[in-house]
């Protein structure tokens, strides 16, 4: 089994839950390939990364994306007809990304790039308006500084869901149900098989 791991906006590989599901990994799970790219600050050229890596990988991947990266975890999901679990997930990114409009200092790679007008239409572009029924796990904490847990929640009304009450964007509760997370993608993918 492949795990792919999708960071958010102004995040990376070295992110405190990228780094969490790792390390559980290597301890309980070493038969899962972790894949963690480091995405492009632009939407379009990190989805053409993310959608690369996934088209090389076999059937049995799970997509894991948090924030922004639950969004493009959800459009790569829909084109590779892949499982998701996805962490507090962006719906509307176009929009909740328009106060960054500029330039930008990525604290996790130090990259310094611009957000700009392309940026913001290729998130309109790449919106999934209805995801599939029971494709997605949503993990959402019901004090989510960042977005509005309420959005994603009817976004995704046909998938499993999971509110986890005072926990924010972070996610703390993560390393808790990654085991369950796991378990849910290898039933799913087995019953794909």
């Known amino acids: 089994m492949h795990i792919v791991y999708l960071h958010g ?10 780094g969490e599901t790792a390390s559980w990994l ?3 799970a070493p038969d899962i390939v972790l894949h963690c790219p480091r995405l492009s600050p632009h939407p379009a050229e990190a989805a053409r ?17 948090s924030s922004l990266g ?6 790569l999901a829909e084109r590779h007809d892949r499982p998701a679990a996805l ?4 719906v509307r990114p176009d ?7 500029g330039e930008q200092t990525n604290p996790y790679t130090g990259e310094v790039y611009t957000l700009g007008d392309d940026d913001l239409r290729a998130l309109q572009e790449q919106r999934t308006a209805a995801p599939a029924a ?11 500084e960042t977005l509005d847990w309420r959005e994603a929640a009817v976004h995704y009304r046909h998938s499993r869901q999971t509110v986890f009450n005072g926990d924010d964007h972070r996610l703390n509760n993560w390393p808790k149900v990654l085991p369950e997370v796991v378990a849910w993608a290898r039933r799913q993918l087995s019953s794909r098989a």
């Open 87 to 90: 962490i507090n997930p962006a």
């Open 95 to 101: 929009r909740d990304l328009e106060r960054f409009r």
């Open 9 to 18: 906006f102004n995040s990376g590989p070295q992110s405190l839950k990228a």
């Open 70 to 75: 639950g969004f493009y975890a959800t459009l």
């Open 49 to 65: 990364q993310a959608d690369e890596l996934i088209a090389g990988l076999p059937a049995d991947t799970l997509l894991i994306g």
């Open 134 to 144: 029971g494709r997605y796990w949503l993990l959402l904490g019901s004090r989510d």
């Open 26 to 28: 290597r301890q309980h």
